[in-house]
């Protein structure tokens, strides 16, 4: 019989524990889509802002024309297209989708970033040399023997060709041949270059050229042991790899250029050009995004009608002389979106699942509780005999229950006064669970109603900022009903007596001073000023529990006391007392204050939980203190005495 119940509990909770991961994944999985959505749409925001620039002068000085991509003037605001990132791809494509370009910002010549050991009498300085005069292959065994050696110190000797104008170029050295290169005593290079040589020696500090860069932490030591950085953490090489992302995007435009240019959604529109982001691919297991900016050229009309149709790409592309592809690349971005959403709302689901659980366990035993409690008590009273028709049929824990109470009716007219005495105590918890609902229904209907209120509001609401200040209404109503079942968890933890106290011995002094630094800006808002005489009161007590109390009746002083008010807090050897200038308490509320939900003048305290003396009470009762609330000349004074 155990064996089934225990059962029955699994089935109830398997069964909402089920529908809740449903509905708990399918969030997750929206916040994914939101987080990677809001990731690439910041990003691709990012390059519009630097191609508008590029549109600008576009628009100003090129497309007022016959315009020609091959053109000098083209070229020359193109080359600029990214103001300077040259972390991205770019990619010119004519109107037939033929590539006239791809490449990155500020690529450049190929050169290396050298420490040089000494350079017009420094030690330890910076300097870059132009590689353009070396062959590919070269370049190739630079990039092969530094990727090989990364994580280590690679040191470098360079014979340099140089003219005057060169060496007057600070610390970069451009326009110059190399003689001799020997990178980790290995030879890489040499050449017949005649002229006056200069020899420069130390370690790479940097390498870039067309698809590759390498930036080398600066302090690697002559072993393979990475340095680490002032956090502890390793500093590892950086190396930024152009040629998937590259080929990638040549692959795109060849084979799908149609079908890749009309995919996606319009991203922005500015004053001089029209945004698009298209639909994400996936290269080589890297994860591309790219922002689309169509060329217009309206020489191409021909004096026929301008009218030209925004919405629809054939009309487009009448006056289309070309297109600026911008790719951004992204490692693990679904993996990250995850991490990063997981991280901002795990509190949240953590929470969501422990409640489900609990909320399970609570119906299963709620049910079968009672039963069992009813099977037991009739299993004790079945000694006599009493007819009374009942269906035992079922095989589970309702049909064990019909046969205890059909065994029961059988002794029911000898037991009918130990049953009316029951009935009685029924009726008194009857009375004690209504006043309960009753009080706390009143307490959570109106948040609740608010919520519904304004969560309908949400939806039809087109003003953005109304709709924030909406959710930022119902967040606050939920905190609400959150801080109004904690207070109520707390209070049933008090009043059950089964929590023990950790006492020790505790200054008040300590305790009153932290609560009143904290609630002093309050305060001061308020310009309430607070009168203290506070001495060293050495008690043993629960630290948390009583710092509880102390705050508790603070914060409502704070709360009752009206602007340029006055409060006095006194404390000393014999017990704990606070009094404010305000309406005085009536007699009536003075002994019912203490209880559940209770509140003197609801129009005044439109904030709290009606739980905050309850639980004073509880916690002041554990610790036998004796305490209380009087009316003053004042106001109001709340004290505890040991």
Known sequence: MKKLNFSLIIKVTGVVFIAFSIVLGNEIRLGINRYTKNTLDTDAEAIVRNLDKFAKSYTQSIAINKVNLNSTEFKNIYRDALAGDGTKVKCLVNAKGQILDVSREGEGFPSIGVIVSKYKGATNWPVYFDLSSMDSTSLMKIESELLKHKDEKNTITLKIVTNSQSELNSNIFDNIFIKELKLNNQ??????????????????????????????????????????????????????????????????????????????????????????????????????????????????????????????????????????????EYTNLTMRSFRQFMHDN??????????????????????????RRIETTAKHIARKEFDYPIDTTRHDELGDLSRS????????????????????????????????????????????????????????????KKRNEYITIIQ?????????????????????????????????????????????????????????????????????????VIDNFISNALRYTAEGKNVYVRLDEHGFEIENEGHPIPKDDLEKIWLTFHKVDCSRNAEGTGLGLAICKAILDLHHFEYGVKNTEKGVLFYFKY
Request: aromatic residues 8%; contains cysteine; negative net charge.
């Open 187 to 328: 030879i890489i290079y040499v050449s017949n270059t005649k002229g006056k040589v200069q020899t420069m020696e130390g370690t790479v500090g940097s390498y870039a050229s067309y698809n590759l860069e390498i930036a080398f932490p600066s302090t690697l030591t002559e072993s393979k042991k990475q340095s680490t950085n002032t956090s502890g953490k390793k500093s590892r090489t950086m190396i930024l790899d152009y040629q998937n992302a590259m080929n990638g995007l040549r692959e795109q435009i060849t084979k799908n250029f149609k079908t890749f240019k009309k995919s996606g959604r319009e991203l922005t529109t500015t004053n001089y050009s029209i945004y698009k982001i298209l639909n994400p691919y996936e290269y080589n297991g890297k994860y591309y995004s790219t922002v689309m900016l169509r060329l217009e050229d309206w020489g191409l009309m021909n004096g026929e009608d301008t009218t030209v149709d925004y919405t629809d790409e054939a009309s487009l592309d009448k006056v289309t002389a070309g297109y600026i592809f911008v790719i951004q």
């Open 476 to 548: 606050n109503e939920t905190k609400r009903i959150n801080e109004l079942v904690l207070a109520m968890l707390d209070l049933s933890k008090l009043e059950s007596q089964k929590v023990s106290l950790k006492l020790e011995e505790v200054d008040l002094l300590d305790i009153v001073g932290d609560c009143l630094d904290s609630m002093m800006y309050l305060f001061e808002r308020k310009q309430i000023k607070v009168h203290t005489q506070l001495d060293s009161s050495m008690v043993k007590a629960d630290r948390f529990k009583i710092e509880m």
């Open 405 to 464: 109470i059909d065994r029961m009716s059988k002794e029911l007219e000898s037991t009918i006064n130990n049953l009316h005495q029951e009935i009685e105590r029924v009726q008194r918890l009857e009375v004690i669970r209504k006043e309960f609902v009753s009080n706390f229904t009143h307490e959570i209907k109106t948040p609740l109603g608010i919520i519904n209120g304004f969560s309908e509001l949400v939806e039809i609401e087109q003003d953005e």
């Open 346 to 371: 795990s509190s949240t689901y953590l929470l969501a699942f422990v409640l489900i659980i609990l909320i399970c366990l609570s119906i299963a035993y709620m049910v079968i509780k009672p039963i």
